[in-house]
């Protein structure tokens, strides 16, 4: 009883303080704004002002939550534009993009569809002050009658000291340059660029948007690997491949190609800023330069989409600052969910703050009512740095959902500077129960040589391993696991990036996987379009009712075809099920309609070569609820 009522009495100062110590505000300048395109123009301007805090109120931290949904009475839209979001304080003429987004290819995306992104924008404070015009402009050419997004933007503004004194932001380069064209260098415009230094300045920040579009024969810029070279006063202080891998985005499946690698961005995605700190001398002058990688083609058509500011930070405020930045795992963030959700060792990130460097500190985390776990962190982390930390114990409650709370104490054995955001919690969700013994349910594609998949324990060691080696093309395995009472985690891997199947590339076929009990039943169906791999955590638990996963596995293939389209359902219980085609651009106008009573398992044909050359959508329809949609593009 005593220990119980320590936990509450401990909980409750945990909240109690980190509630006083940080004290948040939530500005909102687009709420649910319905964001169209202009194709006159190819962009939409959405401006609204906006009262943000007085220059005289500390801000510790600034984050922009982005969340988009689909429009009301419209459907998601398809493409991949490239949106920024402007401030512009009154009376001046200078805007700053603070924020840049790439939209989602939304064809496939349900009505109630929604996801969130967000990105740390504290070093814009100086300018979000007192009145801003808040500019949201979409990009783009599609029909803007049928389809946009719903946009909300909310500035979360947490109050108290800022980590370094605020002195200065300068923009120093905004463009969309040319890249390759050797008749209009691009260095011609990333020139040097000298500043002089506040004269209370300590150290600077270069903080970079980019990312690369258009394409010439060489896939430039969206589809090349180039780098890019940071100088202060002449020497490279950074150098970066401007490239990223989509395979793991976690806003998957998409309608479009949204597994292929991108000059520094992934439709779907909400860009985070390129940022490098260097030393000032105070009241000196100092030199900043940008540098592409040398390209040069014949029929140049890349640009490279660029804005960088040099901020001057003047003294830092704490010798000793540990801050926890965020709760990887477990966590219900959808930014989250391919990162070990429900696993069972914790994962956080945490940033060091302070002017010393971090070579300590102590966490304390625990699920709600549980008693409390110790970890001692031991490193080198220098001031502005961020660290991933997978705690050591293992964490697991029987409550479907319950809160997990985490704790940093003491950096460098001192008291923090600024202790205000060291704690923070999550929403801990419960693995699965499996039972003791699961089919592995593995059927390859026509490229196996790019897949493997294995289950391991909690610290890594591994129980099961079947390797590319070992599969065949178009051959369905059945692998029956045996396991002791713990934490698992299912992986697939796919090297090529493209799951087990993918429409753009339909020569590859497609394949599929499923954990299954002995009798046959799905526990887990995993979606085949899945890009680089699937990570899948559960608890095996002797004598506990496990999981069923009773929601039907829907699978069509291919998406775009000269006419043969394949349905593959997968179900534990019959259904009375209803298959539609329709136009995509006008959904009442019904090509097909097919019905199945009482069914369970099956896989369905369908040849619409018979149909005009346009695009239709599938729809699976189930007690009167569409569980299932997917566009088909017949071709010639």
Known sequence: MIQRFLFLLASFIFLQQNLHAQATENIISHNQETIVTDPSKGENSYKNWVVFPPQNKEIRQIFLNLTFECPDNMRCADWDYVDHIKVRQKNDSVNYEIARMLTPYGGRFQEDWRFDWKVDISDFSPILRDSLEVDYIHTGYEDNKTRGWKVTVDFEITYGKPVAEPLAIHKIYDGNYSYGDKTDPIEDYLAPVTLAANTQSNFGKIKIHQTGHGMDANGCGEFCDKYREILHNGKVIHKKQLWMECGDNPLYPQAGTWIFDRANWCPGYLLQPDEVSF??????????????????????????????????????????????????????????????????????????????????????????????????????????????????????????????????????????????????TSVYTSPNILPESTIVYFKTNNKPGQNEYSVTDSYGKQIFIRDSVDLKPNTAYMDTLKLKEGNYTFRVQDTGGDGLEFWFKAKDGNGSVKLLDTLGQAIKHFNSDFGSHIIYNFRVKPGVAYHLDNEPSINMFPARTEGPVTLDYFANDEKDVEVIITQQEDETKIVETHTYLNFKRGILTYDLSYLPKMRYYLKVVIDGKEVFKNRIRLKE
């Not at 001398?281 to 490279?304: R, V």
Request: charged content about 30%.
């Open 279 to 424: 030393d000032i001398n105070a009241g000196q002058k100092f030199t900043i330069d940008l540098n592409m990688e040398p390209y040069e083609t014949e029929k140049p058509s890349a640009k490279e989409l660029l804005v960088a500011y040099v901020l001057e930070y003047g003294k830092i405020n704490s010798e000793n600052d540990v801050t926890l930045l965020d709760i990887i795992s477990p966590s219900n963030e959808k930014i989250h969910s391919r990162k070990n959700e429900t696993g069972a060792l914790a994962v956080i990130r945490i940033k060091n703050n302070g002017k010393d460097n971090l070579k300590s500190f102590v966490v304390s985390y625990y699920l709600e009512g549980q008693k409390p776990k110790k970890f001692s962190w031991n490193g080198n982390l220098p001031f502005g740095e961020t660290a991933l930390l997978t705690l050591p114990e293992e964490i697991f409650s029987e409550k479907d959902s319950s809160r997990f709370y985490v704790e940093l104490k003491r950096p460098n054995g001192k008291k923090d500077g600024y202790s205000g955001d060291n704690s923070k």
